[in-house]
């Protein structure tokens, strides 16, 4: 602020300046600096050179504010008061100068000072104080004109207000203000002030010490004064110092000493004045030459202070007509002045008057002197040493008033700030209700809508598929019926197969005897030839056989990508990692045509041996090649290869022991599995001519590796399977009070003229006097006893009684009221102060108790509502995301999304949240609870239908994968079988050829020997062939359950009689009796295939069936009663037999060998009874 | 040797005529009382005469296996009649042993030299446990690799320096005991905190170095199965 105010200043300044030439400024400050100068040496060239200045410039422009200062300075000379003040007052109002402003500041003091107006010279005092202590923060250089006008203001300031605190009677103060003056003129470049502080010192009462030392030190400075004022021209320090020197010089006792020690400057002084001594000649001449100087100088002050001061002088030598004259002079003087002007000095008049009295008293005139006396004690009623008070207390005045507003204002913020609070509250609270309510609204909102709508979607997607999947699922297991049912149809044939052996085996044995005895017989040759003929007559039968299930399992040739069946191989990848190999697999977007479970086969089946026959450390790796109309898919390994003969054997024969395939006797066992691939292969190629690209190789070298592959037709559209793929005390005395009646009792003596006696007690009086004593009757004892002095012309007695009086009168006369009222004041202005600071505290501890008993929690409740707001948004969010992972219902992704769903933490995390907000509202946090509970409700319900989508999957892919498996199984069966078939069909039929033969051969015996030959490679290549079929056989489907008897019978009529009335279009009587509690262990489906198969053979000319369950220790009979059909004997006997004409018969078996085997008890039986309007079948099963 | 009565049952009729071929040729002392295709025949015959050898098929008309329920009633009623199985099934070795749990005297499986006079006469001069060749082949092989495990299983003990706190305490483990239980037992003076550095000095021990990491009791014991310190059919607890 003070810089821009400077800097306004300045540009003010520049303005003021602008239409004058940088001549004419320099003119003026010419003349003002003139006009300063000569103001102590005359004080018309001061006059002239203001008046010069001014006409120079004009009204608020350069310089002129400083000729008016320089005017007014004339005029506070010539104590025209009035106008001085008028001009200063223009000054202070419209200069923006602040050197100007201080200057015209410490003009004030000196009239103030003069005129005794305490008030306005503290208050002028301090404005000065703040200008200098403005300018000393301003670090910015004045100029030397200007630093002349502060350098002065300081000087002044301090010789003023020591004038005036010396005239106050406060001698201390005047000191240090004096010494303070001392700082601003010891560089003498001010002669001026540097004689005016010289003078100051010497004028008297402000030098401290010894009084002999005082007076001589009160002297040097006086006669330095007088020297230097008359060297310089200073006609008015010069007249000062002269009559302060003849003050002085008038006390015989200091003159003599001032004689005797400064006798240089003495003998000066008395050729100066042409005096031969020292003593009052030379008071009156340097006073006569005082006077004379002020009258020329026309300082009407100072003139009549000279008078006053020959008026002591001639008091002092008991001239009092000549005092009185003087004296009275002076009056005049003054009281010319006084009818010019408003403004006039008090403690001047005071001082003659004063003076008057003295005289007049020592002319014996008691009237005029106790006139003059009153007039002098009037006075100085007037004038008080409290104008520093009534300052302050205008300043208090103001300062209360300026509180006043404050608080004003203060409080008017504190409304306001209330008021405000209070809407803030309502809003808050407005916005907390409407918070809650969309809390609990939030069912409605928009964001709950959509995760609701999401939901639903996501559920009827899941739905949808859920629904594709039980179908998916529900077909699986038709399928797994029928391929089991398939599946004990081939194991029966494999018995079949196997039902060769022994009859083979007894060729073998009668052969061998034969051989051995060296001799057909015929007996035996004639049996070996039927076992030859039952074997081709059980070859018929299976051929038969297969060749009437011929078709009945197809291929199921669909077009795939590649990278499922690898996508499952990989799956694999740990079996490998385990035995420390790597598993290469490729990616790829090939898309071949064949059966994919067979593929699957195939693949998993040459990675299998790759991954036996290959060492620790040792890589396998799929590859896929594509061709122009083939995709080649090859399984390759680092093992241990096989040798050459081996490879050609594996790519060429048709059949050879697989068993014996394999480098060293721990790697045989290589060929069973690539038999089967082999068998596969053949498949495709006899199925469809599509598949005439199909082959199986091997390429390998022993000891580093093998490569198999096999080729299947590449898919004909790709594109289509590309669609496949996104924050007080009472002044009350008591009658009784000393002090008021010793002055009464004094006063009394001086009425009644007394004077002596008076004199006489006041003095006693006062010599006892100690404190506490009551200041106001003191004061008028002194006056009394002063009085007394008066009268009686004790002029020392006066002197001390009545500077004793006016001490005391100074003091008591101290406006106690207004010390008072400033007290009060004070008090007010401090109370104002606590009232403003109480305002402001109890303001502040009512916003800090707002904000921590309401605010802060509602802030925080706010707050903590906008977060919890925000948590439960950012939750359903987040369960929104959660739930668009689930838009995405492929199961390995559904599957990978339950493994990952962080929901719970979500939830929890939410939840804790809000827990941990502590938000005492609890119908918000139950609010933001139930939607959280809603919420992870709603999600849960996709969870659930997830989980059960899943779990659903997982059925699936475990009925998907026993359905596979039993496919592949029953493929590779019927590989075997038809192999079987086509490799062995011409050995049995040779057999017979060669014995016959020998019935009539001569060489028998070469014969007997090709027979045996003969056999035992038929059995060598029949026993290859029948256990890669048994290996099938050995992967049991058999799932062993606890079973109703009566609800499989149940379940079994049901469907006979449906299939019946559909098939035959015709009814049948089915009797069943069976206990409930009746159960059986045995295969569900396969018990089902059994029951079909009993009544197969009978059904088509049966019309009543009786179905018996009964129980035995061990198991349960049952018994199927064909009524009004009979059977033969030798029918009963060879129905399940293994030469049974019967297939279902020969299945029927296999199940029945099946449930021995498997439900941990031999011995189930199964067989037929005859009747004799019936027959019967009988079967048991294990009792559960 | 002195003539005695046979009974054959067998189902079907060409190789029944093999069988009696067999006798015929082979072993003129016996005299085939009778043959039966199927249960009911054989008891009638029984009913009729007891022989002193049954010729048993195991597997009759539909039923593969009901030879031994016929070889157990044979046994419980004939004390004194021999009961030779004379069967087909080569490859199903449990119905081997339901049988001569059954009581039957010998098993001749219907392959390689079929049914020898010795073998007949070893049943009628009161032996037990008569096989044919093929069936002692099996015998034999399930004889040498019971005989290598249990010499695997010592060699497995110095091999390994298993001490009989270590095989206690790997059986207790693989019996699924905690090490404080292991710890409790009378026959073990080690502490839990012990044990637990007996564990880590048998993982040393049992395991290659780039295969010690990650192993646990479980797979300790797994191991210690594999390398035949512990008998998987021959774990039991110590008695306390």
């Known amino acids: 602020m003070k810089r821009i105010a400077s800097l306004i200043a300045v540009f003010f300044a520049l303005v003021a300046c602008s239409p004058h030439g940088e001549e004419q400024r320099m003119e003026i400050d010419k003349c003002n600096e003139r006009s300063y100068h000569d103001r102590y040496i005359n004080i018309d060239s001061t006059l002239f050179y203001a008046t010069r200045a001014e006409e120079l410039t004009s009204k608020g422009r350069y310089g002129w504010y400083e000729a008016q200062i320089n005017r007014a300075y004339v005029d506070y000379q010539r104590m025209d008061f009035d106008a001085a003040l008028e001009r200063l007052a223009q000054v202070t109002r419209s200069s923006r100068n602040q050197f100007h402003q201080l200057s015209a500041h410490v003009l004030y003091m000196k009239i103030a000072q003069r005129v005794g107006d305490g008030e306005t010279f503290f208050h002028h005092r301090s404005r000065a104080q703040k200008i200098l202590a403005r300018i000393g923060e301003n670090h910015e250089e004045p100029g030397e004109h200007y630093a002349q006008m502060v350098t002065y203001a300081q000087s002044e300031l301090h010789i003023v207000s020591s004038t005036y605190y010396y005239y106050l009677g406060l001698d201390s103060a005047a000191v240090r203000e004096i010494n303070e003056a001392y700082d601003y003129v010891r560089d003498r470049h001010d002669t001026a002030q540097w004689i005016n502080y010289n003078y100051m010192l010497g004028s008297g009462g402000l030098i401290l010490g010894a009084p002999e030392d005082v007076v001589m030190r009160e002297f040097d400075h006086l006669f330095l004064t007088y020297t230097l004022a008359t060297n310089r021209g200073y006609r008015y320090f010069e007249a000062n110092a002269l009559q302060s020197l003849a003050v002085l010089l008038s006390d015989s006792t200091r003159s003599a000493d001032i004689a005797l020690q400064r006798a240089a400057s003495c003998s000066f002084l008395s050729t100066q004045f042409a005096c031969e001594d020292y003593g009052d000649s030379l008071c009156f001449a340097m006073a006569r030459r005082a006077v004379t100087l002020f009258e020329e ?219 051995d005895s060296g001799r057909p017989d015929e007996e035996r040759l004639q049996y070996v030839g039927e076992l030859a003929e039952e074997i081709m007559h059980i070859n018929d039968a299976l051929t038969d056989w297969i060749k009437m299930t011929q078709g009945q399992l197809t291929l199921h040739v669909t077009t795939f990508s590649l990278q499922e069946i690898i996508d499952v191989i990989a799956l694999s990848r740990p079996t490998f990692e385990q035995k420390h190999l790597t598993l290469q697999l490729p990616v790829t977007d090939v898309q071949v045509k064949a059966d994919k479970a067979l593929t699957l086969f195939m693949i998993n089946t040459l990675a299998d041996n790759a991954r036996k026959f290959t060492p620790e450390h040792g890589m396998v790796s799929i590859g896929v090649e594509r061709a122009e109309d083939y995709v080649e898919i090859s399984v390759s390994d680092t093992g241990v290869g096989l040798s050459e003969h081996d490879c050609s054997v594996l790519n060429d024969s048709k059949v050879y022991d697989a068993s014996s395939i394999g480098a060293s006797a721990s790697s045989k066992g290589f060929g069973f599995g690539i038999m089967n691939c082999k068998g596969i292969i053949q498949k495709y190629r006899k199925t469809s001519q599509r598949f005439a690209v199909c082959q199986f190789g091997v390429s390998s070298t022993l000891g580093q590796g093998s490569r198999f592959w096999f080729r299947l037709p590449k898919a004909l559209s790709v594109l289509l399977a590309l669609l496949c793929l996104s924050v007080a005390p009472s002044k009350s005395f008591a009658k009784s009070n000393p002090f008021e009646a010793m002055y009464d009792s004094i006063y009394a003596a001086n009425v009644e003229g007394r004077h002596a006696q008076s004199l006489e007690m006041g003095i006693e009086f006062v010599r006892h006097l100690q404190p506490p004593y009551d200041t106001a009757y003191v004061v008028l004892i002194h006056n009394e006893i002063a009085v007394a002095a008066l009268a009686m012309g004790d002029w ?57 008993l309401y605010l802060r929690k509602g802030l925080r409740s706010d707050r903590l509502y906008s977060q919890l707001f925000t948590a439960v948004t950012s939750y359903i969010e987040s369960a929104r995301n959660h739930v668009a992972q689930y838009g995405d219902t492929s199961p390995a992704h559904l599957q990978q999304t339950v493994e990952a769903d962080d929901f719970i933490v979500a939830t929890e995390a939410c939840r804790s949240s809000i827990a941990s907000s502590g938000i005492g509202n609890h119908t918000m946090t139950r609010s933001a609870n139930l939607v959280i509970d809603e919420v992870e409700t709603l999600y849960q319900t996709i969870q659930h239908d997830v989980q059960q989508f899943l779990t659903l999957d997982e059925q699936c892919h475990k009925v998907s994968f026993e359905e596979d498996r039993l496919y592949v199984m029953n493929q590779i069966m019927d590989n075997c079988l038809s192999t079987i078939k086509h490799e062995t069909m011409y050995y049995p039929a040779r057999a017979k050829q060669l014995v016959d033969n020998m019935h009539d051969s001569e060489a028998p015996m070469g014969q007997m020997h090709e027979l045996l030959d003969l056999l035992q490679y038929y059995r060598e290549v029949y026993m290859l062939l029948y256990h890669q079929a048994d290996r099938q056989v050995e992967q049991y489907s058999f799932r062993r359950q606890t079973l109703s008897a009566r609800e499989a019978l149940e379940t079994f009529v049901s469907e006979l009689t449906e299939s019946v009335r559909r098939q035959q279009k015709r009814d049948i009587t089915l009797r069943l009796v069976a206990d409930e509690a009746l159960r059986v262990v045995a295969d569900k ?100 | 040797m002195e003539p005695f009565k046979v009974i054959i049952v067998e189902d079907v009729k060409l190789e029944l005529k093999g069988t009696e071929q067999i006798f015929r040729a082979d072993i003129p002392e016996a005299e085939i009382i009778g043959t039966a295709q199927n249960e009911g025949e054989f008891w009638k015959l029984m009913r009729q005469d007891v022989p002193d050898l049954v010729l048993l098929d195991l597997g009759l008309g539909g039923s593969t296996t009901v030879g031994v329920d016929i070889c157990r009633q044979i046994r419980s009623r004939y004390t004194a009649v021999k009961i030779l199985i004379f069967t087909g099934e080569v490859l199903n070795e449990r119905l081997w042993v339901e049988v001569l749990n059954a009581g039957a005297d010998g098993i001749i499986l219907k392959t390689g030299n079929l049914l020898q006079r010795d073998d007949v006469m070893l049943v009628m001069h009161g032996r037990h446990y008569v096989f044919n060749e093929p069936i002692l082949e099996k015998i034999i092989g399930r004889f040498k690799k019971l005989v290598n495990s249990e010499s695997d299983k010592s060699d497995a003990m110095i091999e390994y320096e298993i001490d009989e706190y270590d095989e206690r305490f790997l059986r207790h483990l693989a019996l699924g005991y905690t090490k404080d239980m292991i710890a409790s037992l009378r026959k073990m003076p080690f502490g839990a905190k012990s044990l637990e550095k007996r564990q880590a000095d048998l993982i040393s021990r049992l395991f290659p170095a780039s295969e010690r990491t990650g192993v646990n009791a479980t797979r300790l014991v797994t191991r210690a199965c594999q390398l035949h310190i512990l008998d998987v059919n021959h774990l039991v607890a110590d008695e306390d």
């Open chain 1, 1085 to 1184: 489906e396969l018990l089902q295939t059994l029951l079909h198969a009993l009544v197969a053979d009978g059904l088509p000319n049966v019309e009543s069936v009786s179905i018996l369950a009964q129980a035995q220790p061990t198991d349960v009979l049952f018994r199927i009663t064909f009524h009004g059909i009979t059977k033969s004997d030798e029918e009963i006997e060879r129905m399940f037999s293994p030469d049974s004409p019967s297939v279902h018969c020969l299945i029927a078996r296999q199940i029945i060998k099946e449930h021995d085997a498997h439900c941990g008890m031999p011995g189930l039986r199964l067989h037929a009874e005859g009747g004799d309007a019936d027959y019967s079948i009988v079967f048991t099963l294990k009792r559960a």
């Open chain 1, 297 to 515: 100088y026309k300082d009407l002050y100072q003139t009549a202070c000279a008078y006053r001061t020959m008026g002591e002088l001639y008091f002092a030598h008991a001239d009092y007509l000549d005092a009185l004259e003087a004296f009275q002079h002076a009056l005049s003087l003054v009281e010319n002045q006084r009818k010019r002007s408003r403004q006039t000095v008090n403690p001047w008049i005071a001082g003659i008057r004063e003076k008057l009295s003295m005289t007049y008293s020592a002319l014996g005139d008691k009237m005029r002197s106790d006139q003059n006396r009153n007039i002098y004690l009037d006075l100085l009623d007037q004038y008080r040493q409290n104008y520093e008070s009534e300052n302050r207390l205008r300043e208090l005045k103001h300062e209360v008033a300026s509180i006043r507003v404050k608080t004003a204002v203060l409080f008017g913020l504190i409304v306001l700030t209330l008021l405000l609070a209070y809407v803030f509250v309502r809003r808050m609270n407005r916005r907390a209700q409407q918070s809650a309510q969309r809390l609990t609204d939030f069912r409605a909102s928009a964001h709950f809508q959509t995760l609701t709508s999401e939901v639903a979607d996501v559920r009827k997607q899941l739905a949808e598929d859920t629904e594709y999947y039980r179908d998916t699922l529900q077909v699986s297991r038709m399928h797994i019926e029928r391929y089991k049912a398939g599946n004990v149809e081939r194991r029966a044939k494999v018995s079949l197969v196997y039902s060769i052996i022994p009859y083979l085996d007894r060729m073998l044995a009668e052969v061998r005897k034969m051989v």
């Open chain 1, 796 to 852: 020392p007695t006066y002197r001390r009684n009545n500077d004793e009086c006016v001490r005391l009168h100074k003091l008591f006369t101290q406006d106690k009221s207004i010390e008072a009222y400033c007290e009060r004041m004070q008090e007010l202005q401090s109370n104002g102060i606590q009232v403003y600071v109480m305002l402001i505290i109890v303001s502040l501890i009512a916003l800090v108790l707002f904000y921590l």
